[in-house]
């Protein structure tokens, strides 16, 4: 099993950034890429960003792409969601998702609400 606990959300003005972080335990060797789904109210769970754990291989939506900013942090496994140019339309609970060869895994989620 892998836990997995996201932090960092919060309340931020249009145009504020804000950092994410997704910290991965348990068995954790299997990991081979982590990433952000974000689901708005009403809205399905969409994709935000993913990276691949042995390369780093970047990967974002088309509205992410220049604003958001995925990294890794391997020894901690942990990665992080930096966000930058916040807009009321990226309010959403972000959830993490840990992909291992045990299968995927998600966590609780941490609210993001960007006020216009």
């Known amino acids: 099993q892998v836990q997995v606990v996201e932090s960092g959300g919060g309340l931020v003005q249009a145009g504020d950034s804000l950092r994410l972080s997704c910290a991965a335990s348990?068995?954790?060797?299997?990991?081979?890429?982590m990433g952000w789904y974000r689901q708005a109210p009403g809205k399905e769970r969409e994709f935000v960003a993913r990276?691949?754990?042995?390369?780093?291989?970047?990967y974002y939506a088309d509205s992410e792409k220049g604003r958001f900013t995925i990294q890794r942090d391997n020894a901690k496994n942990t990665v992080y969601l930096q966000m930058n140019s916040l807009k009321p339309e990226d309010t959403a609970i972000y959830y993490c998702n840990v992909g291992t060869i045990l299968g995927a895994y998600w966590g609780q989620g941490t609210q993001v609400t960007v006020s216009s």
């Open positions: 990276i691949t754990w042995s390369g780093g291989s970047t």
């Open positions: 348990g068995r954790t060797l299997g990991i081979y890429d």
